[in-house]
């Protein structure tokens, strides 16, 4: 294999972009690795309708049709595991780890603080217990993560930065236990390659917002800085309807 191709998409429930676009997505794009967010789904409640060359990987939610992971692979992994290891945060299936041999695929939905912030601490407890895991598994190979934080980081990802600055996906705390994946050695791809504003994963789906372009990036792929040579591009698939996200990739030599 040349290089290996990885898109991660937070599609806001399976069953509903597979009766949109999710096959022809996957057969114009051909990823190698594929790693979907907020699947809202079991595997026996979805149909193996997409290509059988994929093989397919579950991390669902005890609670049924609430958030979940999987992840669509070409080529078998050596191992997969499911969660952190921490009873507390592992009932949501948010994580969703895969052994690639060279190194570790994270897939990982990160919990949302709610509106009213009325999670946030949970996901401060949430942010510190994921940090500890991914430094386990660097320990052991380099990790590349990617998937939907519900965090934009600086404030040229979101288009309103300055009223959001108490809300949501862009508190300081959340901000900070961000900050704190890339204090501890990891990439973000994407600003590896773009360092301009404009760019965003996630829109509202009130008021036009995705077609004027208000919106938020959220939606990241993080790498060990020891891939970052095999790092050839990272990028955002904007115009990829189907859900209130879009996907984002990268490939690696």
């Not at 692979?73 to 969703?96: C, F, M, N, Y």
């Not at 901000?175 to 994963?201: I, M, P």
């Not at 995705?210 to 959220?218: E, P, S, T």
Request: hydrophobic letters at 40%; proline letters at 6%.
């Amino acid at each position: 294999m040349e290089s290996v191709k990885i898109i991660s998409w937070n599609v806001n429930g399976l069953r509903a972009v597979l009766r949109k676009n999710l096959l022809p997505f996957l057969a114009t794009e051909q990823p190698d690795i594929f790693c979907v967010q907020e699947t809202k789904a079991r595997a026996e409640d979805v149909e193996p309708l997409w290509p059988g060359h994929y093989e397919v990987h579950w991390n669902s939610a005890e609670r049924r049709g609430y958030s979940g992971t999987a992840t669509f692979t070409r080529q078998r992994p050596l191992a997969v595991s499911r969660g952190i290891g921490v009873k507390v945060h592992d009932r949501e299936g948010r994580v969703l780890t895969t052994d690639h041999g060279e190194f570790f695929l994270v897939n990982v939905y990160v919990p949302n603080a709610q509106r009213e912030l009325t999670r946030l601490p949970y996901r401060q407890n949430w942010d510190r217990a994921f940090l500890r895991y991914l430094r386990a598994l660097e320990a052991l190979k380099p990790v590349v993560v990617c998937g939907d934080f519900n965090c934009a980081h600086t404030e040229i990802d979101l288009t309103h930065p300055k009223p959001n600055v108490k809300n949501h996906g862009f508190t300081p705390q959340e901000r900070a236990g961000f900050g704190r994946y890339l204090a501890a050695g990891w990439l973000d791809a994407f600003r590896e390659f773009e360092t301009g504003g404009g760019h965003y994963t996630w829109w509202s789906v009130l008021n036009g917002a995705r077609a004027r372009n208000v919106g938020w990036r959220i939606d990241y792929f993080l790498v060990s800085r020891q891939l970052r040579p095999r790092l050839q591009r990272a990028w955002i698939l904007p115009h990829v309807q189907g859900s209130d996200h879009c996907p984002v990739a990268i490939e690696l030599a």
